[in-house]
């Protein structure tokens, strides 16, 4: 299947480190976004990159993107307690996105 | 609201009861998707309705789970006599249009089956 599949499972860093979490996939796409999820709550949309980017920032993210290798890499830049939650990255699939387990990021202060 | 708006946000139910999930998307999001995720997994899709047409159904795990969108609108996802297995957060999206664009998550509804 199209599921995105995020690496490592599980992340933990110091406040003010920087986290960097790899996606890969298996089939051509045209986009691909990036969501955080904090514990009991929804997906909270991050980032859009799309297939004729390589790298997209928004704030402290950095989303890097190789259609060659069918890989993707999230960088969260000078880390805070506040991002402590779950990571995913979304590949489309026809009209759907489909969404791998996904990485825990902790941040300890 | 400004956001994906569910409910109830806990729901409890015996076993071969029926439950009812509501879905209030972002006013004028076109594409509405429901997701179920079991603890520590990813959202796994569903359904997806564009406007009020059901366009994919293909997640459905199997013919007790129904989802409509009559108007839509509101969408509303309904197990038919529950199983402990259906025991997840059912969560609802909304989007300007495919799955190409960004979607707009609620926070869910948590639906144990005891």
């Known amino acids: 299947s199209q599921q995105g599949e995020e690496d490592p499972q599980a992340l933990s860093i110091q406040e003010g480190e920087n986290a960097t979490m790899n996606c890969s996939y298996k089939?051509?796409?045209?986009?691909l976004q990036w969501y955080r999820q904090n514990s009991g709550r929804g997906l909270v949309h991050l980032i859009l990159?799309?297939?004729?980017?390589r790298e997209k920032h928004s704030g402290r993210l950095r989303v890097t993107l190789d259609t060659s290798k069918k890989s993707s890499s999230l960088l969260i830049t000078a880390s805070r307690a506040a991002d402590t939650a779950s990571y995913f990255c979304?590949?489309?699939?026809?009209?759907?996105?489909?969404f791998g387990a996904g990485t825990i990021l902790r941040v300890k202060s | 609201g400004a956001g994906v708006s569910q409910s109830p946000r806990y729901k409890v139910a015996k076993r071969g009861q029926d439950v009812a999930l509501r879905c209030d998307p972002i006013?004028?999001?076109?594409?509405l998707f429901w997701y179920q995720q079991a603890l520590g997994q990813g959202p796994e899709f569903l359904t997806y309705?564009?406007?009020?047409?059901?366009?994919?159904k293909s997640g459905l795990p199997s013919d007790r789970f129904f989802a409509e969108r009559p108007e839509g609108s509101v969408s509303t996802l309904k197990i038919q006599r529950t199983q402990q297995e259906d025991s997840a957060v059912y969560l609802c999206a909304s989007s300007l249009g495919t799955a190409n664009q960004p979607q707009h998550f609620g926070d869910g509804t948590r639906l144990s089956i005891l």
């Open positions: 309705f564009q406007n009020e047409a059901q366009l994919d």
């Open positions: 006013s004028g999001h076109v594409s």
């Open positions: 979304a590949p489309p699939y026809g009209n759907k996105l489909v």
């Open positions: 990159i799309r297939s004729n980017e």
């Open positions: 089939t051509s796409i045209n986009n």
